[in-house]
């Protein structure tokens, strides 16, 4: 199994940006597919989740409204639509999968069965 993410850039504050995972090796009809992130110095942080069947979703409080998960099952591809960027947002951003609900991937220290490598998202000020 692969996740590929990429779509990470510099942006200036209020700017937007879309990060896109492609998954590859295995199906993911029953899964759930997030994204994560790790400021430098802070600890991996959840940001958003889909489950793929459903299409339900779960963010973190401080990017509701401002970022947007979706999934296209045609082209197995997993996005995060940033908007309204701020500086607290840059981070290293990772995609993951996990065949448990939402709920759980938004947990504290939940390691999801699959991970993508990282893609980087800076925003000046």
């Known amino acids: 199994v692969q996740l590929q993410a990429s779509g990470g850039g510099l942006v200036q504050a209020g700017g937007s940006l879309r990060l896109s995972c492609t998954a590859s090796?295995?199906?993911?009809?029953?899964?759930?597919m997030g994204w994560f992130r790790q400021a430098p110095g802070k600890e991996r942080e959840f940001v958003a989740a889909i489950r793929w069947s459903s299409g339900s979703t779960y963010y973190v409080d401080s990017v509701k409204g401002r970022f947007t998960i979706s999934r296209d099952n045609a082209k197995n591809t997993l996005y995060l639509q940033m908007n309204s960027l701020v500086p607290e947002d840059t981070a290293v951003y990772y995609c993951?999968?996990?065949?448990?609900?939402?709920?759980?991937?938004?947990?504290?220290?939940?390691?999801?069965?699959?991970w993508g490598q990282g893609t980087l998202v800076t925003v000046s000020s």
């Open positions: 993951a999968a996990d065949p448990r609900a939402t709920y759980y991937m938004a947990q504290p220290r939940f390691d999801p069965a699959y």
């Open positions: 090796g295995r199906t993911f009809g029953t899964y759930t």
